[in-house]
T-cell receptor, first 114, second 115 residues
Framework: ETGVTQSPTHLIKTRGQQVTLRCSSQ?????VSWYQQALGQGPQFIFQ???????GRGNFPPRFSGLQFPNYSSELNVNALELDDSALYLC?????????????FGEGSRLTVL | AQSVTQPDIHITVSEGASLELRCNYS??????LFWYVQSPGQGLQLLLK??????LVQGIKGFEAEFKRSQSSFNLRKPSVHWSDAAEYFC?????????????FGKGTHLIIQP
């Protein structure tokens, strides 16, 4: 059974640039969620995708967008990067379109914005 | 809006001693409750969850948690900690009514194990 994998593991961008983060779901999972974890904080829900449609979103601006592909892998895109976007971005996969909390997390992509 | 409070930012425990990590939540209905652990360089791992029924739930790695509705608490316990338990622990809640609003996490408790 393949777990959740994320890429890249680390990256550095400058303010105003755009970034794309990628996530491969655990085998058999059809739902992907993205979370932002700032230093010293708990993860915050960005959005969730189920069968290629966004079906839930947290309190994040539209410059945070995503995609889910037919193989259930996913991308997180952030436009017009700001310094406060520096964080660990976590992808989690699960089965089903309802929250049960039984999420399987990847190790994250650490983004630094200079 | 729902919220989760973990009052202790850091806790230091001697190896072999017992452990209790506190979690309080604020929510109108009964949420689903979880504890996750995050070790350095690793993703979050689910320790245990409470949906309904028996208020004392058992998890992996010898952890347990007790749901107390009257106190809006879901404290995590372990009778004897091991050095490998050193990690960041997060309590989380989600609406039990269904939907896709995501988990709400606390800020975490950093557990340090003294030899």
């Amino acid at each position: 059974e393949t777990g959740v994998t994320q890429s890249p593991t680390h990256l550095i961008k400058t303010r105003g640039q755009q970034v794309t983060l990628r996530c491969s779901s655990q085998s058999g999972h059809n739902t992907v969620s993205w979370y932002q974890q700032a230093l010293g904080q708990g993860p915050q829900f960005i959005f969730q995708y189920y069968r290629e449609e966004e079906n839930g979103r947290g309190n994040f601006p539209p410059r945070f967008s995503g995609l889910q592909f037919p193989n259930y892998s996913s991308e997180l895109n952030v436009n017009a990067l700001e310094l406060d976007d520096s964080a660990l971005y976590l992808c989690a996969s699960s089965l089903g379109n309802r929250d049960t909390g039984e999420l399987f997390f990847g190790e994250g992509s650490r983004l630094t914005v200079l | 809006a729902q919220s989760v409070t973990q009052p202790d930012i850091h806790i230091t425990v001697s190896e072999g001693a017992s452990l209790e990590l506190r979690c309080n939540y604020s929510y109108g209905a009964t949420p689903y409750l979880f504890w996750y652990v995050q070790s350095p360089g690793q993703g979050l791992q689910l320790l245990l969850k409470y949906f309904s029924g028996d208020t004392l739930v058992q998890g992996i790695k010898g952890f347990e948690a007790e749901f107390k509705r009257s106190q809006s608490s879901f404290n995590l316990r372990k009778p004897s900690v091991h050095w490998s338990d050193a990690a960041e622990y997060f309590c989380a809640v989600v609406d039990s009514g269904g939907g896709a609003d995501g988990l709400t996490f606390g800020k975490g408790t950093h557990l340090i194990i003294q030899p």
